[in-house]
Each structure stands twice: as structure tokens, then as C-alpha cells.
């Protein structure tokens, strides 16, 4: 008899654990964006928090956890429980090129990726006096007196984006590391900087010309700026947010969320918001986007090793 009930509670416990997945999500969840309120992460994932309030019927309180590159939120949900109610919006530099960086406790492993929401391609630019025209150009001066390529701080996207142009294109730049946006233009309209890698502001924002977009796909924004790929060097690299789970996740609430994550980014109202922001959507389902995030957390953590930042 005390078998038969062990067996029934073994049971009972299965069919409440099935019935609460099947429920899912029946409270308050939490969307961890690992920067600061207003900036570049957490502006789309405010908007796609919206959208995904209103397809999974529950409220999702966006919080902002901010320090060391985003690795300080990433660490914490990485140790959140599996349960669907703790999840992140994060970009491609937090996820890929910190954990090599730094040596975090989390990995390519420690997630559950469900999609990307969002993609930013670099585009290849240089200052509008520039005599480089071209990307025979930009090869011809590299192999020349040495181009200059300001970017972030080490271990930085657009540090990723110079190491990745050297090793297509088969030259050495230099790289100078600066505190971001204002110090790469002070650099460049300054004459000491001869290139970077920027997004599709450029223009409007610095006046700096397009050699290339570093994409696989032309831009609606600047349809006459070439891909590398047609220039013969097929180089992609941009910044990406994607929203994750942690790992161990039951593939029940994976798919839940999957779904709703399709419909978030093809919803007319997260469009508008993400057009009037200057943001571009770039959906790719769960399976997709786990090949994609794997493959860029491999390559980014080689590049970086080749460059000597690792040790």
C-alpha cells in the first residue's frame, strides 16, 4: 500500500508540474537588461517588454543591472531559476566577447537563447575629406603607412570589427581605443584616426562616409554603400540584442516564449516605436538564433585570442 501511494505522489507531483507549465506564465515576470536606463540595450527592450505584455497576458518589470560591461545582470540571471520568470535582453558584446574577456561564470552554455529581436550592421567609415574612396583604398593605405582605427575600449564590437577587417582583407591597422562616440570623432575629424566601424548614423551624426557595409545585405537607409561580400570579402559583423533564458529552461515554456517573440517583432506598434528610435528589426527564431549566438561566441572568443587580449 505505501508503495502504491508513493507511486500515486510521484504521479500527482507530475500532473501539478504539467499543469503548471501548461499555465505559464501565471504571475509577474522579470526582462534584465545589463545597462543603464534610456541607453542603446535598454530602449528596444522596453519596447519589446510592451509587446510581450500584451501576448503573454502578464506584467514584465524591465530592470536595469547595470556594471563591468553588462557581465554584472548577466551574471546574475545566469543564476536565476529556470523557470521562464527571470529572463534578459542582451547585446552581442555582453553575451560573446565579455565572457572571454573576463573570465565570467557564465559561457555560451549558461543560456537558453529564444530570439533576436534586433540588429545594427557596422558599416566600414572614414571622415569626409578622407582620400580613401574605396576598400582597394583602404587595402592600399593599410599596406601603406599605417591606417588608424578608432574604436571602444579593447575587446570592444568595433575592436572586434577592426580585427576581423585585418584578417579578411589581409592587413594591419591600429587600433586606438577611446571612451566611446564624441573621442572616435574627435579622433577622426581631428586627422589622427583614419577609420572606424559605425552604425547607419554616420552621416547625420558626423559627417563620415560609408566604404562598406559589413552585412550580408544592403541597407534600405544607404542602398548605394556596397557589402563586403560583393566587394569580395564576406565580412559580418554588427550589434545584436537578443532575449534569453537561462539554461535548463523546459522546452514547454521555451516554445511558449519562442511564439510570443515572433509575434512581439512582427507586431505593427513595436515596428513604429523601433522605426521612430532608429532601430532595426532583425528577427531569427530560437533554433536559428542558437546556431548564430554559439557560432559568434566562438569566433568573437578566437579573434580576441589572436589579438593577444586573452591570456
Known amino acids: 500500500m505505501k508503495k502504491l501511494l508513493g507511486y500515486l505522489g510521484v504521479a500527482s507531483l507530475a500532473f501539478v508540474s504539467a499543469g503548471a507549465l501548461a ?73 560573446t566577447t565579455q565572457p572571454h574577456l573576463k573570465k565570467t561564470s557564465y559561457n555560451a552554455d549558461s543560456w537558453t537563447p529564444i530570439c533576436m529581436v534586433s540588429q545594427g550592421p557596422f558599416y566600414l567609415v572614414v ?49 586606438i581605443p577611446t571612451k566611446g562616440g564624441g573621442d572616435i570623432a574627435t579622433e577622426i575629424n581631428g586627422g589622427r584616426a583614419e577609420a572606424t566601424a559605425w552604425f547607419s548614423d554616420f552621416a547625420s551624426r558626423f559627417g563620415w562616409r560609408a566604404i562598406a557595409i559589413m552585412s550580408d545585405q544592403r541597407s534600405e537607409q544607404h542602398p548605394d554603400v556596397p557589402t563586403m561580400a560583393e566587394l569580395g570579402y564576406d565580412t559580418q559583423v554588427s550589434v545584436w540584442f537578443g532575449f534569453f533564458a537561462p539554461a535548463g529552461t523546459p522546452d514547454s515554456i521555451v516554445e511558449k516564449l519562442s511564439s510570443s517573440c515572433e509575434q512581439a517583432a512582427a507586431a505593427e506598434s513595436f515596428k513604429e516605436n523601433m522605426a521612430m528610435a532608429n532601430r532595426l528589426i532583425r528577427y531569427m527564431g530560437t533554433e536559428q538564433f542558437t546556431s548564430f549566438f554559439k557560432e559568434a561566441f566562438d569566433l568573437n572568443g578566437q579573434l580576441l585570442r589572436e589579438a593577444g587580449l586573452l591570456k
Open 23 to 95: 499555465d505559464y506564465p501565471d504571475r509577474t515576470l522579470s526582462l534584465m537588461v545589463p545597462f543603464g536606463a534610456g541607453g542603446g540595450t535598454d530602449v528596444p527592450a522596453r519596447f519589446f517588454a510592451a509587446e510581450l505584455e500584451k501576448i503573454l497576458g502578464q506584467n514584465i518589470i524591465v530592470s536595469n543591472v547595470e556594471g563591468a560591461g553588462g557581465t554584472v545582470g548577466a551574471t546574475q540571471l545566469s543564476k536565476a531559476d529556470p523557470d521562464g520568470y527571470s529572463l534578459g535582453f542582451m547585446p552581442v558584446g555582453t553575451t
Open 127 to 175: 571622415g569626409s575629406d578622407s582620400p580613401i574612396q574605396s576598400i582597394d583604398d583602404y587595402i592600399a593605405a593599410a599596406q601603406g603607412d599605417l591606417i588608424r582605427f578608432a574604436g571602444a575600449g579593447p575587446g570592444s564590437m568595433a575592436h572586434v570589427a577592426q580585427l576581423t577587417l585585418d584578417e579578411k582583407l589581409g592587413v594591419t591597422t591600429q587600433y
